[in-house]
């Protein structure tokens, strides 16, 4: 059985192909963990962890993150993976050295886990937020050397000023093409120093270029495949929220009762919680980091790589656990998919609707639900995802059923613009022209959808469309403009602005 992580965690080290890594690894003696500018005691959890210095991502990301360099590291979504990369940051933290780690809702416990997993011995003190009221009092109180969060509290924390950016050394961003909350990432990043760290984990490295290009240039990239590569397969897929992955082992085991089989981790941290859902004793049972034994059945716990999945798929039939999130590079790695399904409720029966399952099918085959999927993410941390499902089905048909029995009253006319209050004006140097340029360079707002500019004494009212007026006012509250950090807001009327002495300025 293998039990640590090779080369065989699939990661290409910039500059150098697979063949090249393996090759460089039989000839050149590798210094070990304490050698790559680790702190001692997290250089031992790692250890733990089944990461050694002969691994690329470790000999590159580690390095690379404890001495302060913007780093980019491709690799698939999962917090296994960011190990290397984050004990480098943690190995830089402490009561001067403040940091800030963004992932979505779904993943906080598994980060939490990593992190103090790496931490625990280094006496770095941690936040894990799900919600921003003991953040707030901690970081206030100046306890706090990490906080581990999403976008949206970091923002909710931000603007109340308990979370002060300017105080971080190191920002990593955990997979942000699938954040839901991406926009709130600008008024954050307007105020974190330049020579803060960047870090970067993504799993779609052409789908973050723009950010990374905005807020992490000159960043180190590892892990960027050489030449594109196609989804392989056949794969069967088991959707499971993350929580519950190693639970779901047990009853998969169950249910297809291989005469072998093998289950595949990116590292060691969920060792002992695979151990007690499946009997590992029993010879037919196989557990490995590295790769995987041949067996029947090869269930891949952790998202593999292109790479990891091809020798996966040399080893036996293989099943791979969909955790949400996931659900996009999974689509984009293996092809085609079988999904399996749990107990757990009961099983689907023949109905005459085929007219919506067909709707639904279609929907399915053409769209990239990413947005939506990680919406529902929450509800299925707690609830099987097909009763979900159901009754997100009911209120669809119910809604589509009172619809065409009777029309509600017609709703008030909703105004084609409106106008956002920016507290920017003349009287600070602000021009229509630096308006523009934060709206369209650093919020990515089209020009197109910007109108009337009126540019005051005091602040700035900016025509946007009516629908995207909330978002843009949220992403623009923050930013610095002039070197003012400006508030925004939609503008509702009223005497809470400041009375013009002058008429506006026309563009």
Partial sequence: MSTAPSAGLDHTAAHLTLPEIFHSQNEVSVAGLEELHLAPQIAAALERLGWTAADPLVREAAPTAARGHNLVAVAPPAPAYAAPALAGMLSRLGPQQGGLL???????????????????GAGIRVQIAHGAARAMRRLKAGTVDLLVTTPETALALHTRSALQMETLASVLLAWPEA?????????????????????????????????????????????????????TGPVRTVAVPWA??????????????????????ADRAQHA????????????????????????????????SPARLRQLLAAGEVVLLVPPGTESYVAMIAAPQRPLRLSGLVETVTSTASAKRSVIVRALESARPERALMTLAPLFERYDPSAVAAALFELWSGA??????????????????????????????????????????????ERGKIGRVELRDAYALVEIPAQEAEKVASALNGVTIRRRRVTARVDRGGPARPPAKRPPARR
């Fill in 102 to 120: 963004l992932c979505p809702a779904v993943q906080l416990e598994d980060w939490g886990t990593l992190v103090h997993t790496l931490a625990g």
């Fill in 179 to 231: 954040w839901e909350e991406a926009e709130s990432l600008a008024p954050l990043m307007a105020d974190l120093p330049k020579e803060s760290q960047r870090i970067v984990l993504s799993g779609a490295p052409e789908r973050v270029a723009d950010l990374v290009e905005r807020y992490a240039r000159r960043a180190l990239t590892l892990g960027a495949p050489t030449e594109p590569a196609g989804p």
């Fill in 273 to 304: 919680a695979i151990g007690r859902a499946v009997a590992l004793a029993e010879p037919e049972l196989q557990l490995s980091t590295g790769d995987a034994p041949a067996a029947e059945v090869v269930i891949a716990f952790d998202p593999p």
């Fill in 400 to 445: 589509a059923e009172a619809t065409a029995a009777t029309l509600p009253a017609p709703l008030p006319d909703i105004p084609a613009t409106a106008k956002i209050y920016v507290g920017v004006g003349k009287k600070d140097g602000a021009t229509v022209n630096d308006l523009v340029a934060v709206l369209t360079k650093e919020l990515r707002v």
């Fill in 244 to 265: 519950r992955r190693a639970a779901a082992l047990g009853e998969l085991v169950e249910l297809l009762d291989p005469a072998s089989i093998s289950v595949w981790t």
